[in-house]
């Protein structure tokens, strides 16, 4: 099996995880089935169909046998004689067999035959991964198979294997047997897998199996999609399992200038459509020996030896040239995109103006007005741009093609409706399965918002900025008005002290100033002219831009159970449940002073908590504070 190592996976991506150990619950059977098809040892037929109700034959099991040992790379697609009497050379499996038989892992019957097409029993099979462990005939007393058959039960390998040891095995018992062999320690007392792929150290001590690093070596490419791509790949593309951005998809959603990787032995796709265009600012370490390169203000790795020949002093590009990047999985540079390729598309806030100096390609350096964008992909890009009436908190619209970049200031598109309940339709517009969400306020940096955030959120007057649509219907981008609460800070007001004074002079002596504690730091606001009406306890934080905050607001209190707190949802003492921010503060209150906590620390059922919430559910709030007493 070849082996290409690619950085940075996304678990979402895959949809992977750490599958259990020899002596836990069986795994899922597409997971088992996950695992040998990126080992090449089960893969089905050429639609990738696994038949595993079926019987398996001693041709087939012999060939998984030979696939799944440490001499799987050496065998060829012939032979020179016959394995056995009953196994002429032009069988399909005389390769297989030949090697098992090299390999002392299997034998023929009395007769001297091996009887490919008969039906394997699971004494049978056993014996044989027990070879594979390391065992010999002579380690086990008695009559065979009782010493065998115990054996298989100590190390674990009968997880998920329903058939008895006289009994045929199934394609399905032959799955979990060979998986159950990746997470058995041999005679040696190594894990199989790491005996198998001794570089990639891919069960840990616990016996847990790394599905991604697995994978991740399985995994091969990259290429762009364009013209005829498919016939880059090693197999038939129109069975393929296809994944693009993380989501299940088919072949026909590929577009041109994706970035495709894939594996033969899992018949699948993976392909990428991140790309960004922009000016070329700068090449790291050196432009003849690039690692990373700075487009439009945002730097990043290059992934491929091909993107980084073109992004060199030998490729097609300088500093100061346009040019549009195609990221990989990984985020980095996997290739450069065309000439004449479709432009870049973002939208965004912005969230600063000023003349840059950029590097000309020259030797020298210019000047030129610049913006930067918070883009509704949660990402930041710079942009020369010469329109003057452009300020910070324009909404924008940016096409980057080859040739220029073109910034549009957004006239405010609004948008009433409640989200459904599981974040995939606001009002009547379905959102498209990659859709793009920040929240903003004033001219606080944006953050970025998933879709299940908003489920049932109604939206009503201005909380939605601007949306766009595709050709479908669908909502691609959404820029919200401070919907979540969730660029403020939250923490808790100790001490308040106002003046509101009638002087004797017919004037007033009006002044505040409110001690407030966040995450553990006491801090200080105030007004010389100004009283807000607050008083002690958790407040909301809002912020004018990053740094300066604008006032302080108090929040409304719920009180919760303290046995009934529980991941991100809190149960008030009426019964009802409410959901808890996923960056919740915690104080614990003793002593009349506030300590920060965690809600780990507080909700085991010693406390009496109560929960503060900035507003109602369904206009996006949530419990922004916990106190605990």
């Not at 969230?351 to 883009?375: L, S």
């Not at 710079?382 to 220029?404: H, K, N, P, W």
């Not at 970025?448 to 601007?466: K, N």
Request: glycine share 10%.
């Amino acid at each position: 099996m070849k082996h290409r190592l690619l950085s940075g996976l996304l678990a979402v991506v895959l949809v992977l995880g750490l599958a259990p150990g020899a002596l836990a619950a069986p795994p899922a059977e597409s997971e088992a089935a996950q695992v040998l098809a990126a080992l090449d040892i089960m893969v089905g037929d050429e639609n990738g169909n696994l038949n595993l109700d079926r019987t398996i034959t001693r041709a087939e099991f012999t060939k998984m046998t030979v696939a799944a040992s440490t001499s799987r790379d050496t065998v060829g697609d012939a032979v020179a004689v016959k394995p056995y009497p009953d196994v002429p050379q032009t069988h399909w499996a005389a390769p297989y067999i030949k090697a098992a038989v090299d390999l002392n892992l299997v034998q023929g019957d009395l007769y001297g035959n091996f009887n490919s097409d008969e039906k394997i029993t699971l004494a049978e099979g056993v014996t044989i991964l027990l070879r594979l462990l390391g065992y010999t005939d002579s380690d086990f007393t008695g009559v065979w198979p009782a010493g065998q058959m115990a054996q298989y039960r100590a190390l674990g390998l009968d997880e998920g294997v329903t058939c008895g040891q006289n009994d045929n095995m199934t394609r399905r018992d032959a799955l979990y047997l060979f998986y159950n062999l990746m997470i058995t320690k041999d005679k040696n007392g190594s894990y199989y897998l790491n005996t198998l792929e001794p570089t990639l150290n891919l069960v840990n001590a616990s016996g847990q199996l790394d599905r991604v690093g697995l994978i991740n070596s399985a995994m091969e490419g990259p290429v762009v999609a364009s013209g005829g791509w498919e016939t880059q790949l090693p197999f038939s593309t129109a069975s393929a399992k296809v994944y693009r951005n993380g989501s299940s998809s088919d072949l026909g959603s590929i577009q041109d200038q994706d970035v495709v990787y894939w594996s033969e032995s899992m018949r699948t796709i993976w392909a990428y459509s991140d790309k960004v265009t922009g000016t070329l600012e700068a090449l790291s370490p050196s432009a003849s020996a690039p690692t990373s390169v700075t487009v439009a203000g945002k730097t990043y790795q290059i992934e491929t030896t091909s993107a980084a020949y073109e992004l060199s002093d030998l490729g097609s590009y300088s500093v100061g040239d346009r040019v549009t990047l195609l990221l990989g999985r990984s985020g980095g540079v996997a290739a450069l995109g065309q000439v004449g390729s479709d432009s870049a598309l973002i939208y965004g806030i912005i969230t600063k103006v000023e003349n840059a100096t950029y590097n000309d390609g020259n030797n020298g350096t210019y000047n030129a007005r610049t913006v930067t964008i918070a883009a509704t992909d949660g990402n930041t890009y710079r942009y020369q741009c010469s329109i003057q009436t452009l300020e910070v908190g324009d909404m924008v619209r940016v096409i980057a093609g080859d040739a220029d970049v073109q910034v549009k200031r957004l006239s405010t598109t609004s948008l009433t409706g409640k989200m459904n309940s599981d974040g995939t339709k606001l009002g009547s517009y379905p959102l498209a399965d990659n859709v793009e969400i920040i929240d903003t306020y004033e001219e606080c940096t944006p953050v970025r918002i998933y879709p299940s955030r908003l489920a049932g959120v109604e939206f009503t007057g201005d909380m939605v900025r601007y949306y766009a649509l595709n050709g479908n219907g669908e909502i691609t981008h959404l820029i919200l008005n401070d919907v979540t609460g969730d660029l403020h800070k939250y923490g808790i007001i100790t001490d308040v002290n106002e003046v509101n004074t009638v002087l004797p002079t017919g004037g007033y002596l009006i002044s505040s100033s409110y001690t407030y504690d966040l995450n553990g730091q006491e801090m200080v606001f105030g007004s010389d002219n100004t009283v807000y009406n607050m008083h002690s306890g958790p407040c909301q934080i809002k912020m004018e831009g990053d740094s300066t905050v604008e006032r302080l607001y108090n929040l409304k209190e719920r009180p919760l159970s303290a046995v009934s707190v529980s991941g991100n949802f809190g149960v008030a003492s009426n019964g009802q449940q409410y959901a808890i921010s996923e960056h919740v503060v915690v104080y614990v209150y003793e002593n009349n002073d506030y300590q920060i906590s965690n809600l780990n620390r507080v909700a085991g059922g010693d406390y009496t908590l109560t929960g503060w919430y900035d507003k109602n559910e369904k206009d996006g709030g949530c419990i922004r504070v916990i106190v605990a007493r």
